[in-house]
């Protein structure tokens, strides 16, 4: 092999090696998101971040928007009703650390829990739901309103994934939204019940 | 002429793979997914590898060493891996890269040095070991194309496949050092 071809075989390399290294850490947002979830949630932005002034259809069958929740703190998450692995574990932590919360504090957060069935969560079944968790009167069981679920998963930074069997694998992060609108923390799902109550009084 | 239709057959695995009902028995687990097919495909790209009558140039064997190592690195995050589940065009670039993978390594490899050969083959299977370590002891989901205990079987597959490939590598290269019986 000539001394040129040797330069031009480690120049190639060189490049090879470059160009593949760039595409991953372009591809992982700077090495920080390897998973849809992640890369959904970076792709967001960063906190604190204003909330996307969605609308959505509550249990009760009434369109309202995520602005009018304004002067609270509100806990947004998605899930879907026929979920029989993380959704029901979300909810009963949701339920748990919410009746937890005295009574002053629970005034100051509402829950917004946002289907990704739009088949299957009708007005019926999430109110269903809702009595079943307690009927609490600052959690919401929602339908998104407007054009569809795309526009409320992609602003907050949810993932969501409809499997050809028929379950909906999505993120499951909550987003707190604060009384001005702003996003200003994402609990990582499943968080510990306690430490989650802890976290939220510290905002409340 | 036998060259030509071992050509077709070579070529025909990636083609097949990419048939809806093929790519759906394939995309049901994630073992088959990220295990099965890539080694379907790596077992293709080497017997074109063995077919075709192409010149090659050494020069450039670190290089296609190095793309072939980063195409699988590329296609074992796990966003790349749901992408496929998504996209068409993303999934006809999965099986196209380690179609890819199979022939550049085949096919330039064996050009390297045997110390640059053995280094490679201990890190490329110390990498397998990593990346099953990572996917068997997630208890979060990584990939949401597919659920939690296959990619924990997949995991514990890589683990197997690492490790058996690491020892494989240790004993050819004590083979390999050792003098034979007699000679001094």
Redesign the interface.
């Known amino acids: 092999m000539t001394p040129t071809k040797r330069v031009i075989g480690l120049l190639v390399c060189l490049l090879a090696a470059a160009s593949g290294a760039g595409l991953v850490y372009a591809w992982t947002l700077g090495l920080s998101a390897f998973t849809s979830y992640s890369y959904a949630l970076n792709k967001a932005g960063p906190l604190p971040r204003a909330a996307p002034d969605i609308s959505f259809v509550d249990q009760f069958g009434n369109e309202r928007r995520l602005a009018s929740l304004r002067g609270r703190h509100v806990l947004v998450h998605v899930f879907y009703g026929t979920c029989l692995t993380v959704c029901p574990i979300v909810i009963e932590e949701l339920r748990e650390v919410y009746s937890d919360l005295p009574t002053a504090q629970r005034r100051k957060l509402m829950i917004l829990s946002i289907s990704v069935d739009s088949v299957s969560d009708t007005t019926e079944r999430l109110l269903d739901l809702w009595r079943e968790e307690g009927a609490f009167e600052g959690w919401i069981m929602a339908q998104p309103a407007d054009t569809s679920i795309d526009r409320v998963t992609k602003e907050f930074g949810i993932w969501v994934f409809p499997k050809a069997d028929g379950t909906i694998n999505h993120s499951a992060d909550l987003f707190l939204i604060d009384p001005s609108g702003r996003i200003v923390r994402v609990f990582p799902a499943q968080a510990n019940n306690d430490r989650l109550g802890r976290e939220l009084e510290k905002y409340l | 002429m036998k060259n030509i239709s071992k050509l077709l057959i070579v070529f025909l695995v990636p083609v097949v793979l990419l048939l809806p009902r093929i790519d759906?028995i394939f995309s049901a687990t994630m073992p088959r997914k990220a295990l099965a097919e890539p080694f379907l495909l790596l077992t293709a790209g080497w017997a074109l590898s063995r077919l075709s009558l192409s010149r090659h140039?050494?020069?450039?064997?670190?290089?296609a060493v190095?793309?072939a190592t980063?195409?699988f690195?590329?296609w074992m995050?796990?966003?790349?891996i749901?992408?496929t589940?998504?996209y068409l065009g993303t999934n006809v670039l999965y099986v196209l890269s380690f179609f890819a993978t199979g022939f550049l390594l085949s096919r330039y490899l064996p050009l390297l040095p045997g110390v640059a050969r053995t280094a490679f083959a201990l890190y490329f299977s110390s990498m397998l070991v990593a990346l099953g370590l990572l996917y068997s002891s997630q208890s979060?989901?990584?990939?949401?194309?597919f659920t939690l205990e296959d990619q924990h079987a997949f995991g514990w597959m890589l683990v197997a496949l690492g490790l058996a490939a690491y020892l494989l590598v240790l004993a050819s290269v004590t083979t390999w050092l050792v003098p034979p019986a007699g000679s001094r």
């Open positions: 759906a140039i050494s020069a450039f064997a670190p290089s190095v793309a980063l195409l690195l590329f995050i796990p966003r790349s749901d992408l589940q998504i979060t989901l990584l990939c949401s194309a």
